[in-house]
């Protein structure tokens, strides 16, 4: 076995590269600022409903480096942290021996609070600051996607159904499509995000150990004095059990890569050699066969996508086996799921943005590609056209027979009053279409107004 000592960001990214380079948020360093922000949040908030002296608050801030957007001077090592928090099957309790330790105002940290005020609170910051990087990617994917869309408004593609020719779509109604489900995600999850809230119950979440020392009003006011320095939601009461807000926000994370998986499949298959409609803008090379451009981005979102919903599906068995007022391995299952969905939603959409900000259309591709059906594509305008004058059964052989389609339909008798030219023109069968993209490129318009009032 090799003597060289492990490095955590190896460990982390080594085979996991969709995520690299991208993780920073969700650390174990970040973790640990946000749970001694936690810690020393609740402190200023017993001080702001009078439980505590203010000056006792301010040397407690000071200590431990709190600043605007919580504590990051704090001097607690994540590795150590770590190595102690086995014994007690948590990092909270190793943490506020730490911070007692450094004698500030030792009586004051932990004041009435439990393990699981601290790490519900904490990995609710880590998660908000992870979504502010996923939706700037996902905007950036949004913006790209948009522009494209209207570059290839009226690109004439085949559709494709259950991997075969269809009917004629565009190009900017594909790419379009991409676009409403990345927005949508967006959507959600600043909704989401909005309403992430603080924890605070005590020993078995009624708030107990605060309303026999201070009494029930300062102990009704402390979570909402507590939400709001930290810049969290106020919670309409302790959700130890009831774990909505890690499933709310896991399934909006699964949404996201989700969003950004299907246009990754999509420019996967897309990019193939024997279709060409898209490229990468950054191929990725094989070790084994120069040729190779392969789709790395897309690969890599792909990926993640493949893996996400495991990870958001685990949250939901926690949920369910949250028993009593603390759940015994269904919470600490939790962790390590929910910042591995964090991590991949953050890789995945920072993907995704160098992908759509990358992305090239073949038109000449699409074109070839359009025509290898001489003309079937058309089979469904046609079947409306010429069914009531030749019949179900003779439509299908001429639809089946080899050669020119619009020859077979000009040889037609009955159809003599035809202009077949037109009939066959894939770009005239393309429905709403550019329709589409127009409302899409629109709403993303909007938005960008809204942003810049």
């Known amino acids: 076995m090799s003597s060289e000592p492990r490095n955590p960001a190896v460990d982390v990214g080594l085979l996991a590269p969709v995520s690299t ?9 970040a973790v640990v600022d946000a749970l001694v922000t936690a810690e020393v949040a609740l402190v200023r908030a017993l001080a702001t409903v009078g439980g505590l002296e203010g000056a006792v608050a301010d040397r407690v801030s000071a200590a431990f480096g709190w600043a605007e957007g919580g504590c990051r001077e704090h001097g607690v090592d994540a590795a150590a942290l770590a190595a102690s ?3 007690g099957g948590n990092p909270v309790i190793p943490l506020v021996a ?8 030792p009586d004051a940290v932990h004041r009435g609070a439990t393990s699981q005020d601290i790490l519900d609170t904490a990995l ?4 908000r600051n992870a979504i502010d990087e996923i939706a700037l990617s996902l905007g950036r994917a949004d913006a790209a996607l948009t522009s494209l869309a209207r570059e290839n408004r009226d690109v004439v593609a085949a559709a494709r159904t259950l991997t075969q020719h269809a009917v004629p779509t ?15 995600a967006a ?24 309303a026999d020392e201070w009494g029930p009003d300062a102990a009704a006011a402390l979570p909402a004095a507590f939400a709001a320095d930290l810049r969290l939601a106020a919670p309409p009461a302790p959700w130890h059990t009831e774990r909505w807000p890690v499933t709310e926000l896991g399934d909006a994370l699964v949404q996201a890569v989700d969003a950004v998986g299907k246009a990754a499949s999509d420019v996967a298959l897309l990019t193939r050699p024997e279709i060409g409609e898209l490229a990468e803008g950054r191929g990725g090379g094989s070790s084994a066969m120069p040729q190779k451009q392969n789709p790395v981005a897309s690969v890599l979102i792909r990926s993640a996508a493949l893996r996400a919903p495991q990870f958001g599906a685990t949250l939901h068995l926690a949920s369910a086996f949250a028993v009593e007022e603390r759940p015994d391995g269904a919470w600490h299952a939790e962790w390590p799921a929910l910042r591995e969905l964090l991590r991949l939603a953050l890789g995945a959409s920072a993907q995704a943005a160098a992908l759509a900000e990358g992305l090239v259309v073949d038109r000449d591709a699409v074109a070839r590609n359009l025509a290898a059906s001489h003309g079937g ?4 305008r046609l079947a409306r056209v010429l069914v009531p004058r ?4 003779r439509f299908a052989g001429l639809i089946a027979a080899p050669g020119s389609l619009a020859d077979a339909v000009r040889a037609l008798p009955e159809a003599a009053d035809l202009d077949v030219d037109a009939l066959l023109d894939p770009a005239g069968y393309t429905g709403l279409a550019a329709a589409i993209v127009d409302a899409t490129a629109d709403t993303h318009d909007d938005a960008d107004d809204d942003a810049d009032r």
């Open 21 to 29: 380079g991208h993780d920073a948020s969700v650390r174990d360093a």
């Open 85 to 87: 928090a086995v014994a």
């Open 98 to 105: 730490e911070m007692k330790e450094r004698g500030v105002d």
């Open 124 to 127: 609710m910051l880590v998660s």
């Open 170 to 184: 565009t190009v900017g109604a594909r790419i379009a499509g991409w676009v409403r489900g990345i927005r949508r």
């Open 187 to 210: 959507e959600r999850l600043r909704t989401v995000q909005a309403g992430l809230p603080a924890q605070l119950g005590g020993a078995a979440g009624t708030l107990a150990a605060f």
């Open 377 to 380: 594509i058309l089979s469904e």
């Open 390 to 393: 030749i019949g179900r059964e």
